[in-house]
C-alpha cells in the first residue's frame, strides 16, 4: 500500500547502544520530518529535510542523526542511546512546502533500559 | 519564531455536547492553519485546513474551524460529539513562505457517555 511506513513500531534496547529508526513514503514528498512525543511537550522537531541530501536541525537535534541518500527514506540514528531518548517518534512527509499538510506514520515506540 | 498555545490541556465533555478547542498563534502576515487529530496508538491525521478564503472551515467527522485574523485564533468546533472523538487534537500553524509547521502542545479531548 502507498503511504509512509515507520520500523521498527516498538523498540527496546541499553543506554549507550545504536538505534536506527526507519522512514519510507511512496509519494516521492520532497519534505520530510522526524518528531518525538513525550507528555507535556507535544510535538518536537528532531531534524527535517527538503530534498535527498538536504538536512537541517530542528529543535532538539542532540544525540540524533539523519541521512536521506534517496527521496523515499529518512532514517534516524540514535548514536548512543540514553534513557532522556525514551519516546515515540513518528516520521512525516509532505509534498506541498506551504499548503500541504503533513502526512504522519505512526510512530515508533522507543524504550532506552 | 511561530509560536502555538492550545489553551487546555485537557476538555472533558459528555456525548452529544457541544465543544471547542481553543487555538491562538502570534501574529504573522501570512499563515496556513491546520488540526490533526491522533487517536491512541497512532499517528496524527489532518482534521481541516485554512489556507485562503471563507474563514469557516469545515473538515472530517463534522468537525469546524474559524479563522480569526484579528485575534489570531483558530479554534476548532463540533456541535455535538460522540464517544469516537475522544482524541488528541493538534493546532499547527505554517507561516506564509516557511514549510516547517509549528504545533501547538495538544489538547485531550475525553468524551464521557
Known amino acids: 500500500d502507498a503511504g509512509i511506513t515507520q520500523s521498527p513500531r516498538y523498540k527496546i534496547t541499553e543506554t549507550g547502544r545504536q538505534v536506527t529508526l526507519m522512514c519510507h513514503q511512496t509519494?516521492?514528498?520532497?519534505?520530510m520530518f522526524w518528531y518525538r512525543q513525550d507528555l507535556g511537550h507535544g510535538l518536537r522537531l528532531i531534524y527535517y529535510?527538503?530534498?535527498?541530501?538536504?538536512?537541517d536541525k530542528g529543535e532538539v537535534p542532540d544525540g540524533y542523526v539523519v541521512s536521506r541518500s534517496k527521496t523515499e527514506n529518512f532514517p534516524l540514528t540514535l548514536e548512543s542511546a540514553t534513557r532522556s531518548q525514551t519516546s515515540v517518534y513518528f516520521c512525516?512527509?509532505?509534498?506541498?512546502?506551504?499548503?500541504?499538510?503533513?502526512?504522519f506514520g505512526e510512530g515508533s515506540r522507543l524504550t532506552v533500559l | 519564531a511561530q509560536s502555538v498555545t492550545q489553551l487546555d490541556s485537557q476538555v472533558p465533555v459528555f456525548e452529544e455536547a457541544p465543544v471547542e478547542l481553543r487555538c491562538n498563534y502570534s501574529?504573522?502576515?501570512?499563515?496556513?492553519l491546520f488540526w490533526y487529530v491522533q487517536y491512541p496508538n497512532q499517528g496524527l491525521q489532518l482534521l481541516l485546513k485554512?489556507?485562503?478564503?471563507?474563514?469557516l472551515v469545515k473538515g472530517i467527522n463534522g468537525f469546524e474551524a474559524e479563522f480569526n485574523k484579528s485575534q489570531t485564533s483558530f479554534h476548532l468546533r463540533k456541535p455535538s460529539v460522540h464517544i469516537s472523538d475522544t482524541a488528541e487534537y493538534f493546532c499547527a500553524v505554517k507561516p506564509g513562505g516557511s514549510y516547517i509547521p509549528t504545533f501547538g502542545r495538544g489538547t485531550s479531548l475525553i468524551v464521557h457517555p
Open positions: 501574529s504573522s502576515v501570512s499563515v496556513y
Open positions: 509519494w516521492s514528498h520532497s519534505y
Open positions: 529535510s527538503a530534498a535527498a541530501d538536504i538536512t
Open positions: 512525516a512527509s509532505t509534498g506541498q512546502a506551504n499548503t500541504g499538510e503533513l502526512f
Open positions: 485554512y489556507l485562503s478564503g471563507s474563514t
